[in-house]
């Protein structure tokens, strides 16, 4: 199987992102030189996706952790290090504010700091920075072989939950492959999987309005993958359910609460909605980093609103009135009992009513 560009490379110490907001007809890298780049990057949704959000958030810290004039500013004090580290993992939390993926990964780091510290009371200070960067670097390997797990425990519940149909149609919605992760995919990883196991009949991408990170993105994906695949206009989706078999719907998410709400992609609810009607198992691909045990219910998940001009123009080209406003929300919260096939994640696949119990377990 050909693999897509990676969203992320680190060659000989330096970052680099794929700039996907030049996709599909150019394949560009940009360097990403510390917190700052990493910031905009998220910002400007030139690198997307809950858990590439968060490793490059992270790598973003170990860049500034390779720099003379940035390490000079500790005067070798561990305490001051750890303030740094503190105060960028907040400023970056802060560039799309509704994935938690970068948030418990900084809280994770920041922890795993003070845990070095305590068991290694000799540690030097250089030691600590080097011990900090490879942390950080190996969160990318770490997201690999999670999102591997999600495929294979997706794929297998799929199988065995179906009505004795050899493959299977897939709808997915958004972009949550490689482009999104450090590699493989979550939802798509598991569309890969069904693909891998000759379990896959066709996948069906929606365009994913008003970003189109589903015909920029997850198109691109599964053609370079020669996966049979079909594109759609996001107002398909009930007709292609009414006129299709349609087995599954498998989508990412930004944010689970510990009900199972859960916060993607804007247009996820009415697919789910839809779903239900057709009485087609609806499935959440997720990280155990992407699940928020801290918020109750979807209400209290904050919803990040972006700019009117992503409405109002495609490829810088103006599609509405210049004057016309619009509301923009980038996610929308999917109620946990229309998540009717399941969380899939790297632990097995849960239901959204025993989540807090398998995870508490």
């Known amino acids: 199987m050909t693999m897509v560009a990676e969203s992320i490379i680190v060659k000989d110490d330096q970052i680099f992102i794929l700039n996907q907001l030049l996709l599909p007809t150019k394949v560009s890298y940009e360097h990403i030189d510390g917190v700052n780049d990493a910031w905009n990057a998220i910002h400007q949704m030139k690198i997307r996706g809950a858990p590439a959000i968060a490793i490059i958030g992270l790598l973003g810290v170990s860049v500034e952790l390779s720099k003379n004039d940035i390490l000079n500013q500790f005067d070798r004090q561990p305490d001051r290090l750890y303030e740094f580290i503190k105060q960028k993992a907040e400023y970056l939390c802060q560039s799309r504010p509704t994935a938690v993926n970068i948030r418990k990964e900084f809280n994770e780091l920041l922890n795993f700091i003070q845990q070095k510290q305590k068991n290694e009371t000799n ?71 069904l693909h891998s196991n000759g379990l896959l009949e066709r996948a069906y991408c929606t365009e994913t309005r008003p970003y189109n990170q589903g015909s920029r993105l997850t198109a691109w994906e599964l053609l370079t993958d020669n996966i049979p695949s079909t594109l759609i206009c996001d107002n398909m989706v009930a007709w292609l359910m009414a006129s299709k078999k349609i087995d599954a719907i498998i989508v990412g998410a930004d944010r689970v609460v510990a009900n199972g709400d859960t916060a993607n992609k804007i247009g996820t609810y009415q697919i789910a909605i839809l779903a239900k009607h057709f009485s087609i198992p609806f499935y959440v691909a997720s990280p155990m980093s992407t699940i928020d045990l801290s918020i109750n219910d979807g209400s209290k998940i904050p919803i990040e609103e972006r700019s009117d001009l992503e409405m109002k123009s495609i490829c810088s080209i103006q599609i509405a009135p210049a004057e016309m406003t619009c509301w923009n929300p980038a996610f929308d919260i999917t109620p946990a009992e229309l998540i009717t096939g399941g969380i899939i994640t790297e632990h097995g696949v849960i239901n959204p009513d025993q989540l807090m119990e398998k995870i508490l377990q």
């Open 123 to 193: 540690l030097s200070f250089d030691l600590l920075i080097d011990s900090i960067r490879k942390y950080c670097h190996g969160i990318m390997e770490k997201d690999r072989m999670i999102n591997r797990k999600i495929g294979e425990h997706g794929c297998d519940h799929i199988r065995k939950n179906s009505d004795e149909r050899c493959r299977f149609n897939i709808l997915t919605h958004c972009n949550t492959g490689s482009l999104a992760t450090a590699g493989y995919g979550t939802a798509l990883g598991v569309i890969r999987q």
